[in-house]
């Protein structure tokens, strides 16, 4: 019914950038708060940014002032800009969209981002 796809995962080296795309099926995307989340091995998973429908924002402090959220509405696709990312943002990004009338969320598979020092 929901179909979300990550994209733009992979290795990087510390200090780089990497943006992560989420491609969101059918026309829920549009009405839907969308967030970002991270889990590394062995720990929990971790929200990471959120962007409401209207385009509120918020961080978690892991990622506060190098991180930006944002979504195409047009294109029903959210991303997440990484700056300055570091050996510890090493982890699977997870897109997420949750339905604002059964609040019910929706999962991305995934994609690994890996930061070497």
């Known amino acids: 019914q929901v179909q979300l796809v990550e994209s733009g995962g992979g290795l990087v080296q510390a200090g780089g950038p990497l943006r992560l795309s989420c491609a969101a099926s059918g026309s829920m995307f549009t009405l839907s708060t969308m967030g970002w989340y991270r889990q590394a091995p062995g720990k929990q998973r971790e929200l990471v940014a959120s962007?409401?429908?209207?385009?509120?924002?918020n961080y978690a402090d892991s990622g506060k002032g190098r991180f930006t959220i944002s979504r195409d509405n047009a294109k029903n696709t959210g991303y997440l800009q990484m700056n300055n990312l570091k050996p510890e943002d090493t982890a699977v990004y997870y897109c997420?969209?949750?339905?604002?009338?059964?609040?019910?969320?929706?999962w991305g598979q995934g994609t690994q981002v890996t930061v070497s020092s």
């Open positions: 997420n969209v949750r339905s604002p009338w059964s609040q019910r969320d929706y």
């Open positions: 962007i409401t429908a209207g385009g509120s924002t």
